[in-house]
Structures are given as structure tokens and as C-alpha cells.
T-cell receptor
Framework: ETGVTQSPTHLIKTRGQQVTLRCSSQ?????VSWYQQALGQGPQFIFQ???????GRGNFPPRFSGLQFPNYSSELNVNALELDDSALYLC???????????FGPGTRLTVL | AQKITQTQPGMFVQEKEAVTLDCTYD???????LFWYKQPSSGEMIFLIY????DEQNATEGRYSLNFQKARKSANLVISASQLGDSAMYFC???????????????WGLGTSLAVNP
């Protein structure tokens, strides 16, 4: 059974650019959640997708957007990058929206 | 408002001893779940243990146990027989499980850094 994978592992962008982060769910999992974890902080919920529909959103601006595909993999897109977007971005999948979440290794984004 | 508080920024423990990591929570919901995750320096969040608000027994998973005191709104993690590989950040998280709405987001504390000394 393959766990949650994320790509890329590290990324460096400049302010104003756009970025796409990718996540492959654990086999059989139909729910994906994205979190932003700034240095020294706990993760902050960005949004969740359940069967290709957004299923809840945290306190993030619209320039943070996402997609979930029929195979339940997911993308997080961030437009007009700001310095404060520098963080570890974690993707988590769960069997359903009611089950515990299993996390990928994260993508570390640095915005210069 | 939902909130998780972890008051210990850092903890030290000797190898093979037990350690308790504190977590208190605030919620107005009756149905919720409490989670503990471990985050090594590699960054990946590793699920350790879960306690449902209606569970009468404290959850246990191997060397991990959760000391759940509902009236005090605390959910402390106890790690028995600490190992060097237990050195990591530990996060307490909560999820409201009411039926209204479909949002099952996790609310997280700031974490506790645990160092296991040989």
C-alpha cells in the first residue's frame, strides 16, 4: 500500500510568481486536506476536498486554490506569492472525511 | 471558538523513562476527536493515537497512551519507555465531528519539542 506522496519536496519562488503543489492520496482514500505550516507553528487548515468538491476552507485568501482529480490526487495552487507564503505545505488523505488523516512528507516552499 | 493549547514548548526525558506531554482543548461541541501526531525533523506528520469524546476508555497504541480527562478538557499524551527515536515535535489536534456541515478540519496546537537523552 502506497502512502501519501507530495511533489516537489522543495521549491524556491520569487514574490509575485505562481506555484502548483501536488499530492497523491493513499490508495482508496477519497478525501484530501491541505495545511500550511509556518516555521515554529502548528499546521493551519487551508481546505479539504471530498470526491472532487471543496468540502471546507480555512482562513486563506482566494489566491489559494485547489483541485481534486477523479483518481483523488490533488493540487494546491497559490497565485501572486508573498514572502509570508514561505512554509511547509502538508497534504493529508483519509479514507473518508470521517477518518483519521495520513500525511505526506510535505513540500517546503521558500518565497524570496 | 475551538482551540488547542500545548503549554510545554520543549521537554527533556531520559531514555527508557516515561514522559507526559500536555494538551488542553476548548470546544462547545459534544462530539469531537482528539489526535496526537509526531513530526520528526524530516517534516512528515505521523499519526500516533486518537481519542473520541464519547470513548469511555483511554486510548492506547503500543507505548503511547492518551490520558483523557473530559471534565478538565485535557488530552495528555504519555510515552512510556522513551527511545532516542522519539525525539521530535509532538502536536495535539482536535476535530469536531458534528453532523452539520462536512468540514472535518483539524485544529492544531503549537507543538512540544521532545528531546530524549541517552
Amino acid at each position: 500500500e502506497t502512502g501519501v506522496t507530495q511533489s516537489p519536496t522543495h521549491l524556491i519562488k520569487t514574490r509575485g510568481q505562481q506555484v502548483t503543489l501536488r499530492c497523491s492520496s493513499q490508495s482508496g482514500h477519497n478525501t484530501v486536506s491541505w495545511y500550511q505550516q509556518a516555521l515554529g507553528q502548528g499546521p493551519q487548515f487551508i481546505f479539504q476536498y471530498y470526491r472532487e468538491e471543496e468540502n471546507g476552507r480555512g482562513n486563506f485568501p482566494p489566491r489559494f486554490s485547489g483541485l481534486q482529480f477523479p483518481n483523488y490526487s490533488s493540487e494546491l495552487n497559490v497565485n501572486a506569492l508573498e514572502l509570508d507564503d514561505s512554509a511547509l505545505y502538508l497534504c493529508a488523505s483519509s479514507l473518508t472525511q470521517y477518518n483519521e488523516q495520513f500525511f505526506g512528507p510535505g513540500t517546503r516552499l521558500t518565497v524570496l | 471558538a475551538q482551540k488547542i493549547t500545548q503549554t510545554q514548548p520543549g521537554m527533556f526525558v531520559q531514555e527508557k523513562e516515561a514522559v507526559t506531554l500536555d494538551c488542553t482543548y476548548d470546544t462547545s461541541d459534544q462530539s469531537y476527536g482528539l489526535f496526537w501526531y509526531k513530526q520528526p525533523s524530516s517534516g512528515e506528520m505521523i499519526f500516533l493515537i486518537y481519542q473520541g469524546s464519547y470513548d469511555e476508555q483511554n486510548a492506547t497504541e503500543g507505548r503511547y497512551s492518551l490520558n483523557f480527562q473530559k471534565a478538565r478538557k485535557s488530552a495528555n499524551l504519555v510515552i512510556s519507555a522513551s527511545q532516542l527515536g522519539d525525539s521530535a515535535m509532538y502536536f495535539c489536534a482536535m476535530r469536531e465531528e458534528r453532523n452539520a456541515g462536512n468540514n472535518r478540519k483539524l485544529i492544531w496546537g503549537l507543538g512540544t519539542s521532545l528531546a530524549v537523552n541517552p
